[in-house]
């Protein structure tokens, strides 16, 4: 394994030199939790974080964005988008490999939504191993590590970090950093975390994998267990707002006082909320909870397989933690696969 | 990633200046659109636009003229929403709206060329498919397709929908045009009684030879479907257009999602074959 190796000051001096030319989001501590947000000084910054509250997409998709600016006498409206130079530090693999299924959604069909795409191209990725916690389950939807989709991966390794680049960005930063090449032992010391993270990872998938999974939802149509989740599930679309990978939008317009000037926003939106597939004539298509539940565990695992080419969940564990009745992917598709 | 030169956004509308407006129920409007450079839409029949009004919303509408009609295109409303009634209450000829698209992949007609067409029209479906009837029966098109026949079915007798033009439909002695009324409200009315579906046994077509395209209310297409069946129709030979809620148009926002595809970029026309294949389909 190539790389190279960070101290603590180190990575101090990189921070400070990419503040000064980026907004940098990282890890920092909020009441009980952690979260990502703008840090103002290195020193706010939780290396130590299990996972944070939102997932970074909160950056790349903000939970109210402009679309549109117009003033509706004149008729007139202009995109916006930004593209402030951003980076997302402490990232873990699987909020790596979710950050690229949105890569791969909002340029899909060639349709490249550049209101995503402005900023994603200025955004260089600062990835970090973790500390397992309760409720992940990577190893079993093929994330636990991040094979690519950064720019520079971290892994702890003794009193420092192994440092493994992912693009040329990464390569520059590095040199202009200018750190040592990390030696065979310090290569070693960061396989080894790795191991221990692997062993960590207790909550997994019984019958199937990260290729599996599909077939099995596949043949679960009709499977009791729907109808036992509605009896549970709030429908409160918690799930859907935690999740790194739910990019689903509404489109709402929002007009100022004076009734002249506005904006056209996109909302972040959740397929487990009762009115995401009621039309204008009343038909809701997914009126019942069930319906919901099953359309959202088989978007994750199953529909968009295969145009993604892999599970849509990473298994972070955020859906769960924030679900007031527990309901959790690894327990449906093992109750699944009974 | 790819990278995308241009520096445009996906949801920007042009504007199209509404150069008619005609009213033909208590809930839906006829309306023609023209874009100021004269341009044509460009679509196929059975695709839909985004029509958007800023500051009220946006919302899909299938667009219910022919592609051979240029220079313009139309579409039929019903006021559900707030982008519907705004346009229906406060809109006039001379106003603009925003348009996106043409979305979707509408009808496969290059296929359809040879063969008959039964055209099975519930309601507000008559809309989609009147775009796909124009074509048909356009002059310069009419030679490419055999019989045509129009099923037309409403609620009752003040439903109708382009009433001139399906008596135009009624008079062409290359169209067979067949109408219902799923309860008669007027005295005079001297045709079918009962629901879509008490035609099809009315009408003699050959299913070695016909394609059946639907659309309507979402609880017809089963029955429209097994009575079709029950005359021996090949699967492949039947084709619908779903109605789903096409937010954005362009494969984004997930909210017309069936199973694994996205109506807006799949559809919203699917033949029944890849219908059964779709669980939440019809």
New interface residues.
């Given amino acids: 394994m190539q790389g190279y190796l960070l101290r603590e000051d180190d990575l101090k001096r990189l921070i400070n030199d990419l503040m000064k030319s980026y907004k940098v989001v990282a890890p920092i501590k909020k009441e009980t939790r952690f979260d990502f947000q703008e840090i103002e000084k290195f020193e706010d910054i939780r290396m130590d974080y299990d996972t944070t509250i939102l997932p970074p997409k909160k950056f790349l998709i903000p939970p109210v964005e402009t679309?549109?600016k117009?003033?509706?006498s004149a008729?007139k409206?202009?995109?916006v988008?930004d593209s402030t130079p951003t980076v997302l530090f402490g990232l873990h693999p699987c909020d790596i490999k979710a950050i690229k299924h949105l890569?791969q959604?909002?340029?899909?069909?060639n349709?490249?939504?550049?209101?995503y795409?402005?900023k994603?191209?200025k955004t260089l990725i600062i990835g970090l191993d973790c500390h397992p916690y309760d409720y992940c389950f990577c190893s079993s939807v093929d994330s636990i590590f991040a094979k690519d989709g950064f720019d520079i991966m971290l892994t702890p390794a003794g009193d420092g970090y192994f440092a493994e680049v992912g693009s040329k960005n990464g390569e520059e930063l590095m040199k202009r950093l200018g750190v040592k090449s990390a030696s065979e032992s310090d290569a070693k010391k960061a396989e080894n975390f790795r191991a221990e993270k692997e062993k960590k990872i207790v909550r997994k998938f019984n019958k199937v994998n990260a290729t599996t999974v599909k077939d099995l939802l596949a043949k679960s149509?009709d499977h009791k267990h729907w109808k036992e989740l509605e009896e549970r599930c709030l429908a409160c679309g918690s799930c859907n707002l935690v999740c790194p990978t739910c990019?689903?939008?509404?489109?709402?317009?929002d007009?100022s006082l004076n009734?002249d000037d506005?904006e056209?926003k996109?909302i972040w939106?959740g397929?487990m909320l009762v009115d995401?597939?009621?039309?204008?004539?009343?038909?809701n298509?997914?009126e019942h909870r069930s319906?919901r539940i099953r359309?959202r565990i088989?978007?994750k695992f199953?529909?968009?397989h295969?145009?993604f080419n892999s599970p849509t969940c990473v298994g972070c564990g955020r859906c769960v933690r924030a679900c007031t009745v527990k309901i959790d992917p690894v327990e449906i598709v093992n109750e699944l696969s009974k | 990633?790819?990278?995308?030169p241009?520096?445009?956004?996906?949801?920007?509308?042009r504007?199209a200046k509404m150069t008619k407006k005609e009213r033909f129920t208590d809930k839906e409007m006829f309306f023609e659109f023209r874009f100021d450079d004269n341009s044509n839409l460009n679509h196929r029949p059975g695709q839909f636009v985004e029509l958007?009004i800023?500051?009220?919303?946006?919302?899909p509408i299938s667009i219910s003229s022919s592609p051979t009609q240029q220079g313009y295109f139309e579409l039929c409303v019903?006021a559900?929403?707030r982008v519907?009634n705004y346009l229906h209450n406060n809109m006039d000829v001379g106003s603009?709206v925003?348009i996106r698209g043409p979305f979707g992949n509408g009808f496969p007609y290059e296929k359809f060329k040879g063969h008959d067409i039964l055209f099975i029209c519930g309601g507000l479906g008559v809309a989609p498919l009147r775009s796909l009837i124009n074509y048909t029966l356009d002059k310069t098109k009419r030679g490419d397709f055999g019989k045509i026949y129009i099923l037309y079915g409403c609620k009752n007798n003040q439903e109708w929908l382009y009433k001139k033009e399906v008596e135009e439909w009624q008079n062409r002695a290359d169209v067979e045009t067949l109408l219902t009324v799923d309860k008669c409200t007027d005295p005079n009315w001297k045709g079918n009684v009962g629901v879509i579906t008490t035609l099809i046994p009315k009408v003699n077509f050959d299913v070695n030879k016909t394609i059946a395209v639907i659309c309507g209310?979402?609880v017809m297409y089963k029955f429209v479907v097994l009575e079709l069946k029950n005359r021996n129709f090949k699967e492949e030979n039947i084709y619908m257009s779903l109605?789903?809620?096409m937010?954005?148009g362009?494969?984004?926002?997930?909210?017309c999602?069936?199973?694994?595809v996205?109506v807006c970029?799949s559809g919203p026309v699917f033949d029944l074959p890849t219908v059964r294949k779709l669980?939440?389909a019809i």
């Fill in positions: 679309l549109l117009f003033k509706r008729n409206a202009e995109p988008f890569d959604a909002f340029t899909e069909n349709n490249y939504d550049r209101h795409l402005n994603r191209e149509w990019f689903c939008f509404d489109v709402q317009d007009v009734l506005g056209r996109r939106d397929c995401f597939a009621k039309v204008g004539s009343g038909e298509f997914r319906q359309h088989n978007r199953n529909y968009l295969d145009r | 990633m790819v990278a995308n241009i520096e445009k956004s996906l949801y920007l509308p504007l958007s800023y500051g009220i919303g946006e919302a019903r559900v929403g519907t603009y925003g209310p979402p109605e789903r809620k937010k954005c362009v494969g984004k926002c997930g909210h999602q069936i199973n694994n996205y970029q669980q939440e």
